[in-house]
């Protein structure tokens, strides 16, 4: 199982930005897909975003297209999110997520990163 680590998420208003950052432990990290998720409090985790390792196109959850970015650097063993335009609604605990055998199921979570938005 990869280790990956979160950073990047704070208090902040709404309309404001955050730059979510997940940097993988190991030496050797090839995933096919790399993805955030979020969960609010009381709610289900959801997905958010995600990307092939390989440099495809992303693609993401309605609620936050036009707004998040996500993108990744290999050489860094990184994946970014990239949130614009935050709104209160976007307050949730963002995971970061990877998949190794292309058939989705996620195989490693990060531990989290608290994003709060006021109004």
């Known amino acids: 199982q990869v280790q990956l680590i979160e950073s990047g998420g704070g208090l902040v208003q709404a309309g404001a930005s955050l730059r979510l950052s997940c940097t993988a432990s190991?030496?050797?990290?090839?995933?096919?897909?790399m993805a955030w998720f979020r969960q609010a409090p009381g709610k289900e985790r959801e997905f958010v975003a995600a990307?092939?390792?390989?440099?495809?196109?992303?693609y993401y959850a309605d609620s936050v297209k036009g707004r998040f970015t996500i993108s990744r650097d290999a050489a860094k063993k990184s994946v970014y999110l990239q949130m614009n335009s935050l709104k209160p609604e976007d307050t949730a605990v963002y995971y970061c997520?990877?998949?190794?055998?292309?058939?989705?199921?996620?195989?490693?979570w990060g531990q989290g990163t608290q994003v709060t938005v006021s109004s």
């Open positions: 997520a990877s998949n190794h055998d292309g058939t989705g199921n996620i195989d490693s």
């Open positions: 190991e030496r050797t990290f090839n995933p096919i897909t």
């Open positions: 990307i092939s390792w390989s440099g495809g196109s992303p």
